[in-house]
């Protein structure tokens, strides 16, 4: 169909005919911007691949006469195909394509029309750093949406439209041929992404919901198999967890990596650690981290991060220490004179103009005119009998009576307090100190469930109070094991999100609720969608699961991309 005056008919990135000489002979072309002069007339900038880029009116625009033979008998349309789409969402942006560079790399409309203007910055800023073959980290708050940023970049690399147009490139080569369409050579291109297992298949998950990517997952029995369809250029993105990778490091390095994408960059903050060594020894040169904490105990860590993604950018581990880490750390001090002060600012400032081009950050005050109501409640949960009689049991042992009663004066009439004289240990030679510590972290067990008094991921310290403890309960209650199972049994129902995503996959598709810790809603991010939060006491949360949406989301205490109405946390005290 030709002489289609109507902009709105066009779209950034479609192929059309258009003439290309003064001939007026019709060529295939891609539409790469669109826009208007002074007097209202609508143009294309269509580029071919005989010439330069041109500027053509479009009514002069042809579209390109639909030949693919196979699709013709299908009952989808276009807008059937598109990924993604998501029919009850408000969109935020138009259709169009965003252009990323003037070689033709752009975020199709498919994508773009989700995303917001910082996300496209971010996206852009990933982009730029690959394409001048540098590393880089994205440290966006939680839940600003890094993981759709990547696949935006990843799309835009990839030369993905979003549309039949990609199922149609995913097909085997023979079929490619049947259909007088060659191979496309961005398959050539090989992206890996490294994350926790826990997040390993929402990668998958997110890559299939927002395109059509070939993606492998280098985990478990099929790993041999994709590898080496890997290096024939069979897949587009892998992605692989920080132990996999650790195992099979030379397997990895021999494998030419268009750029690696760590997720969580943060767990390589310590320079001696085997997870650090073994990310500075991957053989690729565009190393791009994801974190929403690159800072989290001191400034080793930052350089730790930094110097992986861009080697040499803050100097030596000696350097940065002398540089920024010491002046910033001596100016924090709260006995700081007013010249540490002023030499810590002063290094805080300079550290941040090195790192501004190499290190984006935005926080969620970008879009919090945006986000969801939040209510926060106290809710105060009373122990049962049993656990107060067990709670009761355990400040009755001897070791925490001797914590209890540190304070009071010796009985050797020395005048100085227990801890201080005859009381400094127990009777196996462990310190009021590390007592304290560990009891506590018991009688916080106790006041969740009684039936966390077990040994299991517990130190060897604890361990040792823990059998101590229970057997000292054992005294006051014959039948605390029976009890105990009997409870446990009556809250196992309750299924608890774990590292065997598989599992933990199959129960958020099946369940509304979810028994949650801290630690794991960190790692959870991408899969709440929650508007209720916690009911038990101490540290676990509950999670009531509504359909999730690609618009406003819930995590942890905080509202992120992706939640449907006014959340409501209650803190179990």
């Not at 752009?106 to 800023?125: H, K, V």
């Not at 982009?127 to 935006?152: E, F, P, W």
């Not at 966390?452 to 310290?461: E, F, G, M, V």
């Amino acid at each position: 169909m030709c002489g289609d005056g109507v902009p709105d008919h066009w779209r950034i990135g479609e192929k059309c005919l258009a003439p290309c000489f003064e001939n007026g002979k019709l060529h295939e072309g891609t539409i790469t911007s669109l826009e208007k002069d002074k007097n209202g007339k609508s143009f294309a900038v269509v580029s071919f691949l005989e010439s330069e880029e041109r500027k053509i009116l479009i009514t002069k625009l042809c579209k390109v006469k639909d030949s693919r033979g196979p699709w013709k008998s299908l009952i989808f349309d276009e807008g059937d195909l598109e990924k993604p789409y998501f029919p009850d969402q408000n969109l935020p942006s138009p259709g169009v394509a965003f252009k990323l560079s003037d070689n033709g790399d752009f975020i199709p409309y498919t994508i773009n029309r989700y995303l917001r203007d910082y996300q496209r910055e971010g996206a852009q800023f990933l982009y730029r750093h690959y394409a001048n073959k540098r590393g880089c980290i994205l440290g966006d708050d939680m839940g600003l949406g890094k993981t759709i940023q990547v696949i935006s970049f990843l799309a835009a690399v990839l030369h993905k439209k979003g549309t039949r147009e990609d199922i149609e490139n995913n097909m085997p080569e023979f079929l490619l041929r049947t259909m007088k369409k060659g191979s496309d050579c961005n398959l050539k291109k090989t992206f890996l992404i490294v994350a926790p297992l826990s997040v390993l298949y929402n990668w998958k998950d997110e890559l299939d919901t927002w395109g059509y990517f070939k993606v492998s997952v280098l985990h478990g029995s099929k790993k041999d198999d994709d590898m080496s369809r890997i290096k024939q250029g069979k897949f587009e993105v892998a992605l692989t967890t920080y132990e996999k990778l650790r195992l099979y490091l030379d397997e990895f390095n021999s494998i030419e990596w268009s750029a690696v994408i760590v997720d969580e960059a943060h767990r390589i903050k310590n320079p001696k650690a085997q997870i650090t060594q073994t990310m500075k020894s991957l053989k690729c040169r565009v190393r791009i981290g994801l974190t929403g904490t690159i800072l989290q105990n001191n400034m080793k860590e930052l350089w730790c991060v930094m110097d992986w993604a861009v080697p040499g950018l803050l100097g030596s581990r000696v350097h940065f220490k002398k540089k920024f880490s010491d002046p910033v750390e001596h100016g924090q001090r709260h006995t700081a004179t007013k010249r540490e002060l002023a030499t810590g600012r002063k290094a805080m400032v300079k550290l941040a103009r090195i790192m501004s081009g190499w290190f984006l950050r935005r926080t969620k005050a970008l879009i919090s005119d945006q986000l969801p109501k939040k209510e926060d409640r106290m809710v105060f949960c009373s122990l049962t009998e049993f656990q107060r009689a067990v709670y009761q049991a355990v400040l009755e042992t001897d070791d925490v009576t001797l914590v209890l009663r540190a304070g009071e004066p010796c009985n050797c009439n020395s005048g100085r307090k227990r801890k201080n004289c005859c009381y400094k240990v127990n009777a196996h030679g462990e310190t009021i100190k590390s007592l304290r510590f560990s009891y506590l972290m018991i009688l916080q067990k106790v006041a969740n469930h009684a039936a966390l008094l077990q040994t299991d991921n517990t130190s060897k310290l604890q361990e040792a109070h823990i059998k101590r403890v229970c057997s000292q309960v054992f005294s006051s209650f014959p039948d605390f094991m029976q009890l105990s199972r009997d409870a446990a049994f009556e809250t196992i129902s309750d299924p608890k999100y774990s590292g065997k995503m598989k599992q933990g996959r199959r129960v958020i598709g099946k369940v509304q609720k979810m028994l949650l810790s801290p630690g794991v809603i960190g790692l959870s991010k991408c899969h709440l969608s929650t508007e209720t939060s916690p009911l038990l006491p101490g540290w676990w949360h509950i999670y009531r699961f509504p359909l999730p949406l690609p618009g406003l989301k819930r995590h942890g205490d905080h509202a992120v991309l992706g939640s449907v109405g006014a959340v409501a946390t209650f803190r179990g005290l």
